[in-house]
């Protein structure tokens, strides 16, 4: 009996295989076919999070798990999510991937989604640090980024005003229609979490 399972290397292989058997395709391509599995049980003292890096580097040094899927699994991070679904219907996508067939299925929309990066650049706009929010490389973000302290309502209000502010930059491969430069100079191109912070700022400081 297998009991709250999680793939650490190869989730890749795991959701193609489940992909073509769940839409038929080539299903005689599994005929006489198997995948080599490895169970490495842990128990409740084990740090779930070192053991991940340790299997990961120990079984697959080619292709290791990067730090923010390690980091998937940090509880604080997984109920931030299930309030910002309960409260609010936006769904924090802790995973590479996690939603991939719901939108395929068209069940949620990419507007419904939240993008775990995004995330970890707004948690420093939070804090002000929004010249760090613009530079900071993705194991930066998720090596230091901090929950305990922040009000998870202030926050949504926070990333609804940077998906407003986010919103306003067009497709266009055109840069001055791209970002408006006639309107707003290059206030989108470069300074779209400073405008962020500045519009989060005063609207705080208002109410």
């Known amino acids: 009996l297998i009991t709250n399972p999680q793939i650490v290397n190869g989730g890749q292989t795991a ?11 080539n299903e005689k391509n599994f005929e006489n ?13 084990d740090d779930r999070l070192d053991l991940i890096d ?11 798990v990067n730090i923010s899927d390690r980091r ?8 931030l999510q299930r309030y910002f679904f309960d409260k609010y219907g936006l769904l924090l996508e802790r995973k590479r991937g996690e939603f991939y067939d719901s939108r395929r299925k068209q069940l949620v929309l990419d507007n419904d989604i939240l993008d775990r990066e995004i995330l970890m650049r707004l948690l420093l706009v939070y804090r002000g640090e929004v010249a760090r929010a613009r530079s900071a490389g993705i194991e930066t973000l998720f090596k230091n980024y901090r929950l305990d302290d922040i009000d998870k309502d202030k926050l949504f209000k ?6 407003i502010v986010d919103s306003l930059e067009g497709r266009s491969r055109d840069q001055k229609e791209r970002y408006h430069t006639d309107k707003w100079g290059n206030g989108l191109k470069y300074g779209k ?5 500045a519009i ?8």
């Open 200 to 207: 989060f700022k005063l609207s705080n400081d208002i109410s």
């Open 193 to 197: 979490l400073a405008i962020t912070f």
């Open 72 to 79: 998937s699994n940090d509880k604080k991070l997984v109920d």
């Open 33 to 45: 076919k198997e995948v080599l599995t490895k169970f490495i049980t842990i128990s409740d003292g």
């Open 54 to 64: 340790k299997v990961s580097g120990a079984t697959n040094n080619q292709t290791p």
């Open 15 to 25: 959701f193609t295989l489940a992909h073509l058997l769940e839409t038929g395709e």
């Open 158 to 163: 926070l990333i609804a005003i940077y998906r």
